[in-house]
């Protein structure tokens, strides 16, 4: 029974503080003068910010979309069958924080602010799971077991909470802001660019030019408060010794994940030497190291063979070169490159009369920047898996899909998605894949303590799925 509850903290929160009032007539007699009532939003919303990364930066997820291998413990890169990744933690934790800054409505900016990041959230768990808690959760006591929306519901109300968001800032503070030091232009661009990512991921739903997602991108497209259009506009976490970039936490101490060889292949070879690998790939683990590699880890291989290639091959290719992943290195959750290219896909589609060629070479070109490598020659964009022709030209989605996949690392959540919705790259399961199908895992199953613990309602979310609870169900968006 505690997992129902966790969905229903802020409601228990509020009836326990209207209980408190019956013991008003007795003035201050219990009050401790040196006890925090109330908890500090600038607090709140800095410790949700920083955990913000850890959504994007999923390794499970970069598993699936093969950025990443497994170089002592092959697990997950072999879709290893899992039920024991409960989300309900999401929710008791940055989530429920963000709900809390609402509840206490200090500054009408910071409830603006917290409900965007809840809907950054919220978008990472239901493309992870399909359908999820979402207008039922963090409700309060009368919603202890919450049902599951839809993902289809869940992807409306999201955007249309950031389109109401943009709406409604106004000139109250910010504090405890980490990723735009309290800049509210910054937050309009971002709320608009999730829209237009959010809108893009529906395509394989509504896939044409007058149809809801289309739309949804155009508007946020159009929005006079702007979406990211350059690198300085990026959403980034800035971190210091206090709290620490994630992909620094990973090798502190240890040295168990590679870039995949299926993602430095891609760089050296399909896309013909893409100057970003010398940013992607380090030679060490050791922070600060500024040697790269181009030597990706065989993806999806047993233990034995990972093992024995980092024994005999000591330069593979960690994740990102040491000087990029400091403790103090910024991580980005959303950046212009990666808008861009979204543009560009959605001029592909004909959704918008944008200039395709224009903003899908912006978007390389920003990507490039964002890693200090230079600008992409011109035989590189000459190239045959890089050059685009006129928009709905048939190899344009596979090339332009692959631009989002490179400028999105890394972003493991993301290297999934963009697989999951356009196909491209054209990835091979693992070699020695454990699952029963052998196939590329579609979404995370829901973990066993649902069952426990919401029966009702994750019975009925199991029941809209094609094929029941498994890894090989699809997830609604991704046909």
């Known amino acids: 029974m505690k997992k129902i509850f966790i969905y229903a903290f802020t409601g228990l929160l509020l009836v326990t503080a209207a209980g408190c009032k019956k013991l008003e007539n007795f003035g201050a007699t219990n009050v401790d003068p040196n006890t925090t009532t109330q908890a500090n939003t600038s607090a709140l919303l800095t410790n949700s910010l920083v955990g913000l990364a850890s959504y994007a930066y999923d390794t499970n997820a970069g598993f699936y979309g093969q950025y990443f291998s497994e170089t002592q413990y092959p697990d997950a890169s072999l879709y290893t069958v899992t039920t024991n ?30 409900k965007i990041v809840q809907q950054y959230i919220f978008w990472t768990i239901t493309d992870r799971f399909g359908d999820i808690p979402y207008s039922q959760a963090l409700k ?30 106004d000139n109250s503070g910010i504090s405890g802001d980490i990723m735009f030091n309290g800049d509210v232009a910054s937050w309009k661009r971002f709320a608009n660019s999730l829209r237009m990512m959010m809108a893009l991921q529906l395509s394989k739903r509504y896939p044409g030019a007058t149809d809801y997602a289309a739309t949804q991108f155009k508007a946020a497209l159009a929005d006079a408060n702007g979406y990211i259009a350059t690198n300085a506009q990026n959403a980034k976490i800035v971190y210091n010794v206090n709290y620490k970039n994630p992909v620094w936490n990973e090798y502190n101490g240890r040295k168990d994940l590679a870039e995949s060889k299926t993602m430095t292949d891609l760089m050296t070879t399909t896309l013909g030497g893409d100057a970003r690998q010398a940013a992607y ?11 790269s590699s181009s030597l990706g880890v065989p993806y999806g291989v047993t233990r034995a063979a990972a093992t024995g290639f980092t024994d005999a091959n000591p330069s593979w290719a960690r994740v990102l070169r040491g000087d990029l992943r400091l403790e103090t290195s910024p991580f980005v959750i959303l950046s212009a490159a990666e808008v861009a290219l979204a543009r560009a896909e959605a001029a592909n589609m004909s959704w918008t009369t944008e200039p395709l060629a224009t903003v899908y070479t912006s978007g390389i070109a920003l990507s490039h920047e964002q890693w200090g490598v230079g600008a992409p020659s011109a035989s ?10 006129a928009a709905g030209s048939a190899a344009n989605l596979k090339n332009i899909a692959t631009q989002e996949y490179v400028a999105s690392y890394p972003n493991g959540l993301r290297s999934w998605n963009v697989y999951r919705r356009t196909g491209f790259p054209a990835l091979v399961p693992a070699a020695a894949a454990t699952n029963s199908s052998k196939l590329i895992p579609r979404r995370y199953s829901y973990p066993s303590s649902e069952l426990t613990s919401n029966l009702a309602s994750v019975t009925a979310a199991i029941a809209r799925l094609t094929g029941g609870n498994t890894q090989d169900a699809r997830v609604w968006w991704d046909l």
């Open 140 to 169: 309060g006591i009368e919603f202890n077991a919450p049902a599951y929306d839809t993902q289809e519901s869940i992807y409306k109300g999201m955007i249309s909470t950031l389109t109401s968001a943009v709406a409604a800032f």
């Open 281 to 291: 790939g380090g030679a060490s683990e050791v922070p600060g190291n500024t040697a």
């Open 380 to 389: 590189y964009l000459a190239g045959s898996n890089v050059a685009i022709g």
């Open 85 to 114: 990744r409960p989300f309900t933690g999401y929710y008791s934790g940055a989530l429920y924080d963000l709900q809390n800054i609402q509840l206490q409505n200090t500054s009408n900016n910071m409830n603006q602010v917290s």
